[in-house]
């Protein structure tokens, strides 16, 4: 069995504040995949210092980062949706991380750290639309290549994408919101139709949701007003291996270390 548990951190310093590393010990996965680090790359590794870590900082400072943190060796580490383009603008540094991990059967299994750009529908904030899915359509070209190689593959992280209408609990006020615009969702569609699953909902049920975001604002996360937007979707191969994938949502507002809740699976990889 492998646990693996994505969480965006809102900052790692900030979430170690409020007690992440006791949420860690209690769970103990096997494989942590983080977004939104916002730290140096020695600080990551300091603070792991018991695992194998693949770290990419955003070139922006105090943006971004991903990070993956896992007992198993790290075979391969490629940074970036195409790694091989050296045009890659600064605000699309730190959002993609993919591993190859080192089975224990002698295979591999190929994760990805993923931290989508949210984006801005609001008038004057056309340009981070235009970045957004300007990065989605490398994603989606990447995607296209990993179901096409050897498997199994894990994408997981913040999509900043709720896909249907069950994914967000205000769906009528957001229809005009970056995060739940018909283009945006469109490229989850693709996707799926492409063979992804999207484990949270193929285990969590029709809905509505479990959300895995609430707005640190208001009454939101003691309501239960939340997004779905944190997302562990897998390839045919590693699809059929999920046996448990679940929203560890805090008991209590005052008990958050993000304001994401992990998404933690467990896989039969026997």
């Not at 194998?52 to 900082?57: C, E, L, Q, R």
């Not at 391969?76 to 605000?91: F, L, Q, W, Y």
């Not at 295979?107 to 801005?120: D, E, F, I």
Request: charged share 25%; aromatic share 8%.
């Amino acid at each position: 069995m492998l646990t693996v548990a994505t969480a965006n951190v809102n900052g790692i310093r900030a979430a170690v504040r409020r007690g992440i590393d006791d949420w860690i010990a209690r769970w103990d996965p096997d494989v942590l995949l983080l977004q939104e680090v916002r730290a140096p790359d020695e600080l990551v590794r300091a603070h792991f210092a018991d695992r194998h870590v693949a770290h990419v900082p955003s070139r922006l400072k105090g943006r971004a980062g991903v990070a993956v943190v896992s007992r198993l060796p790290l075979a391969a580490v490629r940074d970036g949706v195409e790694a091989d383009d050296a045009s890659e603008p600064d605000v699309d540094s730190g959002r993609w991380l993919e591993a190859d991990l080192e089975l224990g059967d002698g295979g591999r299994l190929t994760v990805v750290s993923a931290y989508l750009h949210s984006g801005s529908a609001k008038p004057g904030q056309e340009h981070t639309m235009a970045a957004k899915y300007a990065h989605l359509d490398k994603v989606s070209r990447r995607l296209e290549a990993l179901a096409a190689g050897p498997g199994p593959v894990l994408v997981a992280g913040d999509v900043n994408i709720a896909h249907r209408e069950v994914d967000i609990a205000n769906w009528k006020g957001n229809l005009k919101s970056s995060g739940f615009l018909p283009d945006e969702r469109a490229y989850l569609d693709r996707w799926f139709e492409a063979g992804w699953t999207d484990l949270g909902r193929a285990h969590g049920g029709e809905g509505p949701g479990p959300y895995t975001w609430w707005t640190w604002r208001g009454q939101a996360f003691d309501n239960d007003r939340g997004w779905r937007i944190d997302y562990q979707l897998a390839d045919p191969l590693l699809a059929d291996r999920a046996v448990k994938v679940q929203v560890d949502r805090a008991p209590s507002y005052d008990a958050r270390w993000s304001d994401h809740a992990p998404v933690v699976a467990t896989y039969d990889l026997g």
